[in-house]
């Protein structure tokens, strides 16, 4: 998972750039920022590389497919192409993610810390620009697949007018402004620049990925305004008048502060703090699942459903012995560190981009609402679920969501492969912009259905959400169940100022 996971599903409109830039997922909340410019710099690679393999395959995949002859795609074509559409999308919130991590680049004191937080989220950002321009040039010289683009999808996994919405933003003028804003910074550090390039191979290689891209982005700019005047008069309004309005341009994120003359916060702060933390974690079990949102994260904005990540509970140090954990050789190597640093409350295995690995509760808890599901397992049925887990470590996130190969994870496929076929549990997979998956919501109502039906392999133990209020809600039994149904019905816990109330009823 990006760190907050891209669960399939359709894209809702953008929130408001001001409230966005008041809850930077940034700088501030990270408790090591060498170690997270590190990660971010891994999931940059693995973007990067992702992107070109997929403009190959999108380009092979639509010189074979014959509906711009035929004009109508068959359902086999349709699939095709709308995979490439939704790991196109993933990659590109990957992306926000990424840049949403720097918003707060000015805050950091150290000139070379600054000039790498602001380098890597510019290098999301231009890179993220030049993939959207290939996009959009393909489905400029193939009106079929414009419409196609442009059409709510029939299993509601894509909301109407998706490529206009893309092509509003990569046509900004605003937007044009900011790229030129970050360029003038940019070459405002050439002195730095050079010395880190210098000493630094992965400095070599993020500056160059912003050269290059730089280029593409300034050709290409002039392209898309064309084809967008062309095809949509009114669109002229919307490129000059109306920008700032919605987030897709990534730069409008980063450097929006600038022009507004407005700072983000220097920390982001989430509901679930240590004294939940004290409440939850003596409820909590190795083996149980967490369902986990965090709000004001640009990534949780734009997905589908409510629950955004998914994460394995497997305790502290005394449940990882006791379970013979520490000797998997996958974490045997790790022990010894993790021993040393245990933390107050415990481990996860998670699926985060770059890849999967094993982090503290409080820092995959760094988030608003949590639900804890538990499966009916044996002791036997346990260890194999746990070995299954730690057998994924180090696999690098799947940004395609591809369920059919293990070599990548996504949150959500390593709970799957972890449960699916022990103690009774089926996970039923949902086909989603042509592609068999499952997100965290589908888990949810496999927990839900259980209840409903008198018992089940799997229980809803215990929801901790933020109300409208901005109280923690801490349910069990019964109460838990009926606010899971609430919000897998739609209504969000931080609209209504007594969750817990309207839970009960």
């Not at 001001?18 to 997270?36: E, F, Q, T, W, Y």
């Not at 600054?114 to 231009?126: E, I, Q």
């Not at 709000?295 to 509970?313: C, D, N, R, V």
Request: proline fraction near 4%.
């Amino acid at each position: 998972m990006t760190r907050s996971d891209p669960s399939p599903g359709q894209e809702i409109p953008h929130a408001p750039l001001a409230r966005m830039l008041r809850n930077p997922v940034s700088i501030g909340g990270h408790p090591d920022l060498h170690k997270m410019l590190a990660e971010d710099l891994e999931s940059l690679r693995l973007i990067v590389d992702g992107l070109r393999r997929l403009e190959t395959k999108a380009m092979e995949t639509l010189s074979a497919v014959d509906a711009c002859n035929r004009g109508y795609f068959t359902p086999a074509e349709e699939d095709s192409v709308m995979r490439l559409v939704f790991a196109f999308r993933s990659y590109r919130l990957g992306l926000y993610e990424i840049i949403q991590h720097y918003l707060a680049y000015e805050q950091v004191a150290d000139a070379e810390l600054r000039l790498r937080a602001f380098s890597t989220g510019y290098a999301a950002a231009l890179f993220l620009y030049g993939k959207s321009f290939t996009m959009l040039h393909v489905a400029e010289t193939r009106p079929i697949l414009r419409r196609k683009l442009n059409e709510e999808n029939r299993d509601g996994a894509m909301s109407a007018g998706f490529l206009d919405e893309v092509v509003d933003s990569y046509s900004s003028v605003f937007h044009q402004r900011l790229l030129r804003r970050a360029q003038r910074f940019w070459h405002s550090q050439r002195t730095l620049m050079h010395s880190l390039r210098a000493s630094d191979p992965d400095w070599r290689w993020l500056s160059t990925v912003i050269r290059r891209q730089r280029g593409i982005v300034r050709r290409a700019f002039k392209r898309v305004v064309h084809w967008r005047i062309r095809h949509d008069w009114k669109a002229l309004w919307r490129m000059v008048f109306k920008p700032i309005g919605t987030m897709s341009g990534g730069l409008g994120m980063l450097f929006a502060g600038r022009v507004a003359r407005k700072r983000p916060s220097n920390k982001a702060v989430h509901a679930i703090d240590a004294a939940l933390l004290n409440q939850l974690s003596p409820l909590l079990q190795p083996g149980d699942i967490l369902l986990i949102r965090a709000e004001g994260k640009l990534t949780t904005s734009l997905l589908p459903g409510f629950w955004a990540h998914a994460a394995i509970y497997v305790g502290g140090a005394g449940d990882v012995e006791r379970l013979g954990m520490s000797a998997h050789p996958l974490v045997k190597t790790r022990w010894p560190a993790l021993r040393d640093n245990e933390p107050q409350w415990g481990w996860v295995i998670e699926a985060v981009s770059p890849k999967v690995t094993i982090h503290p509760l409080d820092y995959s808890l760094r988030a608003d609402h949590v639900a804890v599901l538990r499966a009916q397992l044996d002791s036997v049925e346990l260890h194999a679920v746990l070995d299954e887990a730690c057998s994924h470590l180090g696999k690098p996130y799947d940004f395609k969501f591809d369920f059919n190969i293990s070599s990548r994870i996504v949150c959500t496929e390593l709970i799957y492969r972890a449960f699916h076929g022990r103690a009774k549990i089926t996970f039923d997979l949902v086909k989603r912009l042509g592609r068999y998956s499952l997100c965290s919501d589908d888990i949810a109502r496999q927990a839900t259905r259980a209840h409903e039906g008198g018992g089940g392999p799997m229980e809803l133990v215990a929801l901790a959400v933020r109300d409208g209020a901005s109280r923690m809600n801490l349910l069990e039994s019964v109460h838990a169940v009926r606010g899971m149904e609430l919000i897998l019905d739609g209504l969000r816990p931080t609209a209504v100022r007594d969750f817990a109330r309207r839970a009960s009823r």
